[in-house]
């Protein structure tokens, strides 16, 4: 193939180019702005007694001498020198903390190791882009990719990113679990932690005493994912096997608990099931006895959970129950099996992986959830929010967070591990080209009232706790049902003045919302792009350890969120990566967290596109870039669009993470709303949570509006032209 | 095209960049502030309008705030810690978290005041005072209001009387140290231990036990009288109680983070705080504590130290570093540990 533009030896050159700038021209330690010039590059604090950045610099000129001999990409000594530059490089951030250096002969080697280093700046971070970028132009021109250096690169660039932003914030974690902070081995106290009867007694099952916080964490989750399956496939059955009218209806309401801010549904459950709740007082009265609190810990928790999680099961059990070829349940009846028979022995079985896909779904979700059982736990502790408290709390001990955060994490990993074992074994697949003829068998009666009696509760349920988030937020106090209109709460959130100033404003929640807005803003159009590369990369190129690659990248998904918080707390509140309370520090969460779900929809959108159109246009000379822009990603346009909504939202919503990374400056909408619901402000939690969903809704149109639709063809516009060129059907 | 790609791979890796490092050093003040939040957010507010200085303000209870500024103690990220109960504002400037400054305006401060920065060698200062006790909802608490502290142990209040933690709260701590200084160490761990049965839930936040009696969610909130205070004059149906055995009380304290990011806001901060205009701001917000400048109006409702059988609250002893871990410590291996 014609490939001379790729081997040219200019990106290799450039690369360097910009590694030698980042050593000389800008500043290396951060607090300096890029302007602030070559005074604070690592060559001048080498030259100031800074001696450990030397040997990377010795690299870089070596390299430079090599770079002006011929076919230098080839040569393998350049290859070991890049490699042994991105490990000095590494090194050097390493070798010296905040406080001194890491290691004795690091200090005798270099007096001023004692002052310290603070975190990677302008030029640090841009060394480190240059080395990525030289090393995947050098593996491919040894032929990695089959040479093509922009897949080389993204690949090379995803890999350092996940190995900074997920894998090493776990490592991280892991150290903090078994290391002091002064740096010794603390085995005795990791086990210590470990085993302690706080974490797994099971006093409440024997009936005696209370339960440790991973046995409570487990009963949650398992009866909490057995109802959230056991709704969502009353709700499945409902709208695929009946002729219940609202369908559309019931689709719209079990999609409003993704746009909804968390704590707000708890608050609505306190409002309605709390001891002054309006459910509790009306029963109490009909039956003469005390309210009480019964909603406070696992009970609330579950109704809480059980709300949230159930359209997340309830579409899952909707496309297995799709997916069921109708045939098999004709040729039961055809047979004379009675509904009830037919359900039970044909429809039944082949729904069985649905089910086991949607409980340990909804077991997962239930163990990272953070927003409700702080609400309503009561004395009900589970870990998410032992390991806020544990850091977060007064009693600072990184230790025990991260201890409890890899059991969490441990857990986690063991439901995802039983979730693609039990989906990997058996077939079964109803669904071929052959026939999907058919109706599919309506469900027996006796199920169908069945399915009534526990949807129906549900819909008002979920109406209830709506009508209150719409309405708590403009009455004077909902809690006391002082049900007074006014605007009060709003006003205190978003007020502003037309000053001599300007536009000032003085609401307290406008910090939060604007930096949610950037934030989000920032994070969805990244996540998308990371995600949708990454797809195309899994799908389209062929190189060296692609299982890995895409194992690697489905990892940070499966990590809850409370332990990536700890995790970036513990690996990122020093240097060389010292970027906690900053805004990066939120937007690079929300795009590795939420990328694989941008990477999902990019491969299922690339496996219905055929190959021989990206195929075409490389014959003609495209590049991989070229071709991903102007062929792949217009062919995809749904999936960006899924990718970007579903980034944008989480982002909006998200809270298990992020309570961690925000801080005075940097302050997010879900963590104010959640300092407002501890201060009992309910009014006003709710009050923001409202606008913060019609916010949400509107830059959801938005987006719609920008991205479009994929507009396949141009049968509609040939055809108005006129019957000349009829489209062959 | 290679070039393009080389330099969209720099505008990306710089726009990340550019949002770590972009700490523009300006008329900014970082505020951990641990009253009221309605409270705070007014000061931050009348503080901006003064000033100019723009306020980032954070509330959290001051157990957690204390927490937070001995985390960051490597790179400070806080410039002023206002509010919250003394001790844990005197354990910060034992540990030297906090930094020296002897205001001006501290000839106008009440003794109470002056001894709180006198204890802590100017690291601290009193900014207002406030009596230990509880509150109860007079819907829920018909007949036979509770009046003494041995009234909380009644089973007629099992499952609904709240405090706050006191690892997480000051207030929660303060009625710690009080049962102590009241009671002796053991008596008051067997005191706590016995109402622990009629203790629904220990809540983070000091003053929420209040605010969920306020709704009817529990019937008895131990709090700071002023907290009640306030819940009554919003209109709840909440009964402020000055305990019969006597109680202890809060000094209210404000510090200056060592090592903020900016110092000389903090100070401007700091002196503008002792003010009476700014510490009329409370009264204004619902917040009935009395305030520490001699010239500053003390507000009607406020519950008047005068009024309450006050114990001799050793503030130096209580709010000691090794004092304060070893009762919290006692308390969760005691009290924290028992099944509910």
């Known amino acids: ?729 | 095209m290679k070039t393009k790609l080389v330099s969209a791979a720099i505008i990306a890796a710089a726009g990340v960049t550019a949002a770590g490092s972009a700490a523009a050093q300006s008329d900014e003040l970082v505020l951990y502030c641990s009253v009221q939040e309605e409270w705070c957010r007014a000061m931050s507010e009348a503080f901006q309008r003064e000033t100019g200085i723009n306020v980032l303000m954070t509330r959290r209870s001051s157990g957690e705030t204390y927490a937070q500024i001995a985390a960051e103690s490597e790179q400070p990220r806080g410039d002023v810690w206002w509010g919250g109960t003394g001790d844990p504002h005197l354990q910060a400037a034992q540990e030297g978290l906090t930094e020296e400054y002897q205001s001006e305006m501290l000839e106008q401060m009440q003794d109470w005041s002056v001894r709180q920065a006198e204890t802590s060698g100017y690291r601290t200062v009193g900014i207002y005072a406030g009596g230990l006790g509880f509150g109860y909802n007079s819907d829920l608490v018909t007949e036979n209001p509770p009046a003494c502290w041995a009234d909380l142990l009644d089973e007629r209040f099992a499952d609904d009387v709240q405090v706050a933690n006191p690892n997480s709260s000051g207030t929660s701590y303060t009625m710690l140290a009080t049962m102590v200084q009241l009671m002796g160490e053991d008596e008051a761990f067997d005191y706590l231990a016995q109402l622990h049965n009629n203790i629904s839930q220990y809540t983070q936040s000091g003053s929420a036990p209040i605010r969920a009696a306020a709704t009817g969610e529990t019937a008895i909130g131990i709090v700071f009288m002023h907290d009640a205070v306030a819940q009554t004059v919003q209109g709840a149906p909440i009964v402020a109680v000055a305990p019969c055995e006597g109680t202890g009380y809060e000094v209210g304290s404000m510090s200056i983070i060592a090592g903020g990011p900016n110092p000389d806001a903090a100070r401007t901060f700091y002196d503008w705080a002792l003010t009476p205009e700014a510490q009329e701001i409370g009264a204004a917000n619902n917040s009935f504590q009395i305030p520490s400048n001699v010239n500053s109006e003390t507000p009607e409702a406020a519950p008047r130290l005068e009024d309450i059988t006050l114990i001799d609250y050793d503030f130096a002893l209580y709010g000691s570093s090794e004092e304060r871990t070893r009762l919290l410590e006692r308390w969760d291996a005691d009290i924290g540990s028992l099944p509910q």
């Open chain 1, 1 to 729: 193939m014609a490939r001379s533009s790729l081997t040219s030896d200019q990106a290799g050159a450039a690369w360097l180019g910009l590694l030698a700038l980042s050593l000389v021209a800008f500043p290396w330690y951060k607090g300096a702005g890029l302007l602030a010039g070559p005074s604070a590059s690592a060559l001048v604090e080498a030259m100031t007694g800074r001696g450990w950045f030397w040997p990377l610099i010795a690299i870089t000129i070596a390299m430079g001498g090599a770079a002006l001999t011929r076919r230098w990409q080839q040569s393998s000594l350049v290859l070991g020198l890049a490699i042994a530059g991105l490990l000095l490089f590494l090194w050097q951030g390493f070798a010296v903390g905040l406080r001194g250096p890491s290691a004795d002969w690091v200090g005798s080697l270099f007096a001023r190791a004692a002052d310290g280093q603070s975190g990677l700046g302008w030029g640090g971070f841009l060394a480190g882009i240059a080395l990525i970028g030289l090393l995947s132009d050098l593996a491919a021109a040894r032929g990695f990719c089959r040479g093509e250096r922009f897949a080389a690169f993204c690949i090379t660039a995803i890999v350092a990113l996940l190995t900074v932003f997920v894998f090493f914030p776990i490592l991280s974690l892991g150290l903090a679990a078994f290391i002091d902070p002064d740096g010794s081995l603390a085995l005795a106290v990791f086990w210590e932690r470990l085993s302690a009867s706080e974490l797994w007694g099971i006093g409440c099952l024997i009936g005696s005493g209370r339960c440790g916080v991973v046995v409570n964490t487990v009963i949650l989750g398992v009866l909490s994912a057995t109802l959230a399956t056991a709704l969502g496939l009353a709700l499945a059955l409902l709208v695929s096997r009946t002729d219940f009218r609202m369908k559309r209806a019931l689709r719209a309401i079990s999609i409003l608990p993704i746009i909804t801010p968390p704590f707000v549904v708890g608050v609505a459950i306190i409002l309605l099931f709390g001891r002054t709740g309006l459910v509790t007082g009306g029963v109490a009265d009909l039956m003469g006895v005390r309210p009480s609190r019964w909603v406070y810990g696992l009970p609330g928790i579950l109704i809480a959970q059980v709300l949230a999680f159930a359209p997340v099961t309830f579409l899952v059990l909707l496309s297995t129950l799709e997916a069921i070829n109708p045939t098999l349940e004709e040729a039961a009846r055809t047979l004379g099996a009675k509904a009830t028979t037919t359900f039970r022995t044909v429809t039944w079985p082949l729904l069985r992986p649905g089910l086991a896909a949607a409980f340990l779904l909804a077991f997962i979700e239930s163990l990272a959830d953070f927003g409700n059982p702080i609400v309503l736990g009561g004395g009900y502790e589970v870990l998410s929010v032992k390991i806020f408290f544990a850091v977060v709390g007064a009693r600072y001990d990184l230790g025990n967070a991260a201890t409890l955060a890899m059991i969490l994490l441990a857990l986690t990993l063991i439901a995802f591990w039983l979730q693609m074992r039990w989906m990997g074994n058996k077939s079964y697949v109803t669904v071929t080209g052959k026939s999907d003829a058919g109706l599919a068998a309506p469900l027996p009666p006796i199920l169908k009232v069945a399915v009534l009696a526990v949807v129906l509760p549900w819909v008002v349920f979920t109406l209830g706790v709506y009508i209150i988030i719409a309405a708590g937020g403009f009455v004077t106090d909902i809690g006391r049902w002082d049900l007074t209109p006014t605007l009060g709460h709003l006003v205190t959130a978003f007020r502003f003045e037309f000053a001599e100033t300007g536009l000032e404003l003085y609401g307290s929640a406008w910090d939060s919302m604007i930096t949610t807005l950037w934030v989000a803003g920032i994070a969805a159009p990244l996540t998308t792009l990371v995600g949708i590369l990454t797809a195309w990369l899994v799908a389209r190129q062929d190189f060296t350890g692609r299982r890995a690659f895409e194992f690697g990248t489905m990892l940070s998904f499966a990590i809850p969120g409370t332990v990536v918080g700890v995790s970036y707390v513990a690996a990122f509140n020093v240097p060389p990566v010292d970027i906690t309370g900053t805004a990066a520090i939120l937007i690079i969460c929300f795009v590795f967290r939420n990328m694989p779900v941008g990477m999902r929809a990019g491969l299922a959108a690339l496996a219905q596109i055929d190959k021989s159109m990206e195929e075409a246009s490389q014959t003609m000379g495209a590049g991989g870039a070229t071709t991903l822009r102007r062929v792949v990603l217009p062919l995809i346009r749904p999936a960006v669009f899924t990718a970007l909504v579903y980034s944008f939202v989480t982002a909006m919503t998200a809270v298990s993470a992020v309570i961690f990374l925000v801080s005075a400056r940097h302050n997010m909408a879900t963590a104010y709303i959640m300092g407002r619901v501890e201060a009992g402000e309910y009014a006003l939690a709710i009050a923001y949570s409202a606008v913060l969903m019609i916010v949400m809704i509107l830059c959801v149109v938005v987006i719609q509006l920008l991205v479009g639709t994929r507009k396949l063809g141009r049968r509609q516009e040939l055809q108005g032209r006129g019957p000349a060129t009829e489209p062959a059907e």
